[in-house]
RNA sequence: GGAGGCAUAGCUCAGCUGGGAGAGCGUUCGCUUCACACGCGAGAGGUCACAGGUUCGAGCCCUGUUGUCUCCACCA
């Protein structure tokens, strides 16, 4: 079969291929006992999201891995889906009907869920959709979603699971409470900002002071607001200053509150004035230093962030304007002092950047300690692989330090905890579903928690309740455990880690063996690519103009993976330029070949041959070790070089004078070695750049039908050719400074010249015999005299030295003597340079002693080579010299 | 306050277990060579941040310094 193709590459034909893919169904994957299994587990996009570049970076790259492993004979799955994205969604709905005026009451609960799933079904497709243009070959018969049945059954069973072995309870502690969402996030989900904030410095007085002038106890704050909630101030108990006061009381202002002063190992004397208030109910610290003194806690907050009526004169008031006013009233009542400027961090909700208030609300928990356990151990003893591997450190310490995860969420989106209530006697029941009767009292009403999960106590569950868990089925007892799982490292801690415990816990078993972490893609400027910024780059607009291939060739190369990458529309060009550089290989190809199918036959093969199939036999072994330590991008680096430098610029070449030439009995051979180099090239690109490698492979063969499915090369002993290899290496070598020459001594490239090829190696001869008519062409020569010496060869001859040979080109007429002995003088500086290089090392008495021997030996042949080198620059040197002074 | 990454050609970045500095883009010169100007050929361009150390040998290993980015963290 022929095709036409046009003269470039246009990416086109890239929606009708994916869409023969899907119906041939080359991505579905089913259990079979006789192959071994190979799974990835997409990470689950967010419904409501728009395909952006890091989602491009991370499918790709699991894209490339899959499609590779389906084509080294795996029975390769990945599962695609996406995730509810609890908080997100929410907010993003709850945006949608304030437009229309309607609030979440408005609705109630069904009203808002109803609205919520519509929502799902209108925006839950455009990412899927999305991403099938980028041409990633998951299994879309298995797309799932966090809230599906089946998963949504897994949620609640891990729960009960859970709470059966009393690792999930519930408590009243401190939580985080994000004002803005009116919800309680995992600690996870604070990040710290850097702010400037003022310190301010104000008094208590002392209560029964009397007569004593210091009637009062001066101490630091930044959130002078919370002095309503204080029930204690807090001092070193060696603090002279303070010493004779522990156990005094002091009076907060505007709410009349005795508190007293106490002694606690945590106020630190060199801070501030070395008093502390205590306000257990709205800080950490201070929630601790209440639990050990027994303090009360005095909630002063609305959910909303607004002070509540435990702030008396307050209530009412924003938490800034509170502060405000307090500082205001305090300085009336001559209890401020100062402020201080500090720039200090403060906690921050990651999604909608709202100061997080700690609060004391009664929530559930998972009990960390005996989950952490084992994710620690798997990693320790190496049976988990992270990749780079210095996130292994990130991942020990964050499960070493890790704290009780706060699960419940006062959110409708998302899986209802199963804890029942009884309206009898108050009895929790946690079940599957609402119970009849209450085990307690045998009463009938039950009330369920109003609180949704985490959304990434669902996606903790992925690897497995995708498989069907908690049934046991043959997915899951075939897939399970997958094989690696791909994701940017800025969620570790909230997705990898959680779905290792989960896993390790629930199914007994790791659920990946790898974890491979990438960066992201940041702008030109290096900056993270934000909706706020408006820096993104659209991945869709970049495929419309230069199709997928390109974006996906362009996001794994220039770049370890591990590190961030910056986006770049020259990066983009070099991409689809090299897209158009195979595309044209293949044209060319075409072009000369007759649709006779040659069959391989070594003894036919020519030097030129053996060493291109020589050169792709290294490739294909330094490609497969590179991409098996999921270093993608150094993979991708040297096919392109292989398929430029060596294929298109040197092979092609060189079979040019085979091709043209119709009767030319060595046609055959570099038709079938061009072809079989170009497929080999192509199956070892085609992950990267799955559309352009199908088509071309299509048009070069129809015995396959896909080149999905066509067997991943392998390296192959009777390709290798060590001789051929060194003596092609030596033509180029010449070529090289035949060209170099040409363009010194002026002559156009039009311009045939004569090359006398002189060297006393028989082998070498031979090899450039064989090689003549390439040769030529190469070295732009009209013709190519080979011979064992110099006679006849003119005295004024340029002459270029290589390793065992010297090529004369006459170019009587055209020659600068000057010219060419300053060149000759270049060139005897330059090998002079090397053989001192060689002569420094071996002269090294310690190198002499303690280098490898192979290694010694290669720089005595070095100083060899380069030593008759020089001898036959300076000879050449001479002869001009001689002739000139005729 | 801890921990880690990065500093290599004008720009963006590669450089595996230490053994003669690489790519892409840009730049200079020359090319309508019948696959490709999204191209071909030939160049120029680097004290590998700085200072020490280990080694026969360091871009690579160790220590410190400077700059830069990130993560973690309950000092008011």
Redesign the pocket.
Known sequence: MRKE?D????PHLEEAIYQRWLEKNYFHAEPDGSREPYTIMMPPANITGQLHMGHALTFTIQDVLIRRKRMQGYNTLWLPGTDHAAISTEVKIVDSMIKEGLTKKDLGREGFLARAWKWKEEYGGTIVRQLKSLGVSCDWDRERFTMDEGLSRAVLSTFIHLYEKGWIYRGEKLINWCPHCRTTIS??E?????RDAL?YYFRYPIEDGGENENAWIE?????PE?MLGDTAV?V?AEDERYKRLIGKTVTVPFVNRSIPVIADE????????????I?PAH????F?VGERHGLNRINILNDDGTLNGAAGPFAGMTRLECREKITREMKRLGLFVKTEP?R????VHDRCHEIIEPMIKLQWFVKMEQLAKPALEVYQSGRLRIF?E??G??YM??LE?I?DWCISRQLWWGHRIPAYYCQGCGQTVIALEAPQTCPGCGHGVFKQDEDTLDTWFSSALWPFSTLGWPDKTKDLAYFYPTDVLVTG??I??FWVIRMIFSGLELMGEQPFRDVMLH?IV?D???R?MSKSLGNGIDPLKVIEQYGADALRLMLL????L?????F?E??L??S??????????????L??FDGEEPDENLSALTVMDKWILTKMNQLTA?AA??MD?Y?L??AA?MI??FV??E????Y??MI?PR??DPANAEKPTAIWTLKTVLTTALKLLHPYIPFVTEEIFLSLQDREETILLSAWPVFQKKYVFPAEEKAVERM?DV???I??A???MNV???KKIRVILVSADLDIRTFFTGARSAFALLA?AQAVVIQPDRSGVDAGAVSLVADGAVAYLPLAELVDFEKEIERLNREIKKLA??????QA?LS?????????PE?IA??RE?WN??NTMLAKAEEQKNNILLRASC
């Open positions: 193709l003269k470039n590459y246009h600690d996870a604070v990040e710290h900002e850097e310190l101490f630091a704050t930044t959130r919370t807090a070193h945590y106020v630190e004397m060199g801070f501030g004035s070395g008093v502390v208030k306000t800080d950490p610290n201070d601790a500090l200090h961090a403060v906690g780079p210095r996130f450190k990130i310490r964050w330090n704290r490292y800025e570790l801690f960066g940041r030109e400027f290096g993270k190369t220039g770049n370890a591990e590190n961030d990458t910056r770049f020259a990066r060009e070099t689809r330029n090299f897209i158009n550089k195979v595309w044209n290989a293949t044209r060319f190809l072009l000369h330094a070790e590179r330590r270093d991008g150094m680096q392109y070089d430029w430098d294929l298109c610029d040197w092609v070449e040019k091709l043209y180029k070529v090289r400074k060209r170099a040409r363009l010194d156009p490239p039009a732009g340079v090397e053989m001192s290089r060689a090392k090294n008495e310690g190198f002499l002693q303690k280098a490898p290694l290669e720089e070095k080579k380069y």
